[in-house]
């Protein structure tokens, strides 16, 4: 990787911004890639040094790695996060709203509470959250969806999407959960992510399945709450991690009053779409209908395979929906989710949501 003139400036003024002292600098010099700041870049001169050690890394090779690595220790500044996605290094926008002055006009029209750094600074932290879900069966063809934390150690996909596992074809031990898989746009992998893997028992919390009616019940919401081994929502993100690097955490579940569905209003979809990294899909006039019971929201938001088991935010990255599925028919209109109003219900109902809101591991 080359940077231009303009991209130089622009990381070494995010790198200032993302790591505003010479130790915070040289702990992640030092951590992540076992280097030593001084003997890269003597002085007092913050931005000299910056520019220095951007300089070494890209005639050693591994600006790339820098990049990346700033982000797993500052995952949600958001001119790190901006400067990023220019390579991929972070969730990328779509194509209408990365011209300039496209999401903060969006924002705006929206009457979001939120300004673009702080809407961008959110997406960063939601990027660490939402993992690729990989079940390999039993004649090694692999099936991938996508899933998100809601507590430190629980994962909430859907029902369809380890059905064979909850139906005891493969075991659990062909699950894992991939967080952070980064890719260039020429498909150079940075990262192959971070892998964890369900509990041997125990491991799916609770469940409801899919129904081909067109009207679910309560009961039908298409889920499945399951159990990693480990706490990734207490880990910082990325391998040797710094002494300075957030959590991970978890998207926290909302709670009452919950989200109304207002035709024609925004609706984003953060996916893992044919297991690539991940995506943003969004439309600004998404939302279609809910149905008469409060099971079934509908949306045109495009979604792609690998898809099934995102998380839907509205316009100030509040949680609202889990996606499940799209319009069968031959010419597709729609795509549909679970509103969390009914899936939080359900889990009130299985003596669950207390304590999933109260932000502790589940064992």
């Known amino acids: 990787m080359k940077l231009t003139g303009q991209q130089y400036q622009q990381l070494t003024n995010a790198l200032l911004e993302a790591f505003p002292s010479k130790i915070r600098l040289a702990e992640l010099v030092q951590y992540k890639f076992s280097k030593n700041l001084d003997s890269i870049a003597m002085g007092d001169d913050l931005k000299e040094i910056v520019f220095k050690l951007i ?74 959250q939402v993992c690729r879900v990989e079940v390999t069966n039993n004649d090694n063809s692999r099936e ?9 150690n629980v994962v ?5 999407v380890v059905e064979s ?11 894992i959960l991939r967080f952070d898989y980064k890719q260039l746009g020429d498909g150079k992998i ?4 971070t892998e964890y893997r369900l509990v041997e028992d125990d491991w799916l919390i609770d469940h409801s399945p899919y129904t081909n009616n067109p009207l679910p019940t309560a009961d039908e919401l298409d889920y499945a709450l399951l159990r990693v ?32 569905f207002v035709p024609d209003t925004p609706l984003f979809i953060v996916q893992h779409p044919k297991a690539e990294p991940l995506k943003i899909a969004f439309d ?21 395979p690998g898809s099934s088991g995102s998380p839907c935010f509205d316009i100030n990255w509040n949680l609202v929906a889990l996606h499940h599925s799209g ?27 207390t304590n999933l809101l109260k932000g502790e591991a589940m064992w």
């Open 190 to 193: 940075i990262n192959p992510g």
């Open 165 to 175: 596992v909850i139906l005891k074809q493969p075991t659990s031990s062909n699950v």
């Open 55 to 128: 300089k070494a890394a890209q005639a050693e090779g591994w600006v790339d790695k820098l990049i990346a690595g700033a982000r797993e220790s500052n995952p949600d500044n958001p001119a790190l996060f901006a400067f990023a996605q220019e390579f991929n290094l972070a969730i990328a926008m779509p194509q209408p709203l990365s011209a300039r002055g496209r999401l903060e006009r969006l924002i705006k029209k929206s009457n979001s509470f939120l300004d673009v750094n702080r809407w961008r600074e959110r997406l960063g932290q939601i990027e660490g």
């Open 144 to 152: 991938f969806g996508t899933g998100f934390l809601i507590a430190p």
């Open 229 to 260: 081994d480990g706490v990734p929502g207490e880990e910082p993100i990325g391998k040797n991690p710094d002494p300075n690097s957030p959590k991970r955490q978890w998207i926290e579940l909302p709670q009452e009053p919950y989200y109304q």
């Open 327 to 353: 319009d069968p028919s031959w010419k597709p209109s729609y795509n549909a989710g679970s509103p969390f109003s009914a899936i939080c219900a359900r889990l009130e109902k299985q003596g669950l949501l």
């Open 156 to 160: 909430i996909t859907n029902y369809h």
């Open 284 to 304: 600004t006039e998404a939302i279609i209908t809910i149905n008469e019971n409060g099971t079934t929201v509908k949306y045109k938001t495009n979604t792609e």
